[in-house]
């Protein structure tokens, strides 16, 4: 009886977490990004983030926009951020 008890306790868990799990969208301020080769690879570096949808990056001068959605069932604004900050391109949430 237990073990039955503990099974249901453990699905009804499971799924409370993929139900409050959702497509989110987060734009990064990315810095450094002063060259051709800066958009990809700071795309890549996001794209490599488990639980990312789709990565747009828009380059402006010396700095670039990145468009991030993600589902947040699988990853976190932070984790965003730490991705291409540790490529070189410090980032933070655009305001």
Known sequence: MK???LVAAAAILVSASVVAAAERTV????????????GPIVKRALTRVPGV?????????GAA???V????GHTDVA???T?????GYPSRVAK
Do not use: G, H, M, Y
């Not at 949808?53 to 001068?61: C, G, Y």
């Not at 959605?69 to 947040?72: I, K, V």
């Open 3 to 5: 073990v039955v008890a």
């Open 27 to 38: 734009k990064l301020d990315v810095a450094n990004a002063t060259c051709e080769l800066c």
């Open 53 to 61: 949808l789709d990565v747009k990056v828009a380059e402006t001068e």
């Open 65 to 67: 926009v990145a468009t």
């Open 69 to 72: 959605r993600f589902d947040d």
């Open 79 to 81: 984790s965003l951020i």
């Open 83 to 87: 991705s291409p900050t540790n490529a």
